[in-house]
Nanobody, 116 residues
Framework: VQLQASGGGSVQPGGSLRLSCAAS????????MAWYRQAPGKQREWVATITSGCSTSYEDSVKGRFTISTDNAKNTVYLQMDSLKPEDTAVYFC???????????WGQGTQVTVSS
């Protein structure tokens, strides 16, 4: 299973970015998909999850600003990030939990920088 993340970049506070994570080797509609992030000098932290049943959950600091979604036809998970804040600056990683095998796979990170 391979996960290819993209969409990171530099934006000003209040701006928006949409991250994408394209999966190959596994069908995401059967999996739980999640985004994590890791800021410099900090541990990786969970950001959002979407289950195979399309239930979503978010870390408190991103609720109301971030939206996780999937496009099953493209086998891709997205993270729409609005009203970005400097504290959202981090490397963002996508992760899948493959229910059929109980295995976890990580994508490479994509850098998000929020700065004026």
């Amino acid at each position: 299973v391979q996960l290819q993340a993209s969409g990171g970049g530099s934006v000003q506070p209040g701006g928006s970015l949409r991250l994408s994570c394209a999966a190959s080797g596994s069908t995401i509609r059967f999996n739980s998909m999640a985004w994590y992030r890791q800021a410099p000098g900090k541990q990786r932290e969970w950001v959002a999850t979407i289950t195979s049943g399309c239930s979503t959950s978010y870390e408190d600091s991103v609720k109301g600003r971030f939206t996780i979604s999937t496009d099953n036809a493209k086998n891709t998970v997205y993270l729409q990030m609005d009203s970005l804040k400097p504290e959202d600056t981090a490397v963002y990683f996508c992760r899948t939990y493959e229910i059929s095998t109980s295995l976890v796979f990580w994508g490479q990170g994509t850098q998000v920088t929020v700065s004026s």
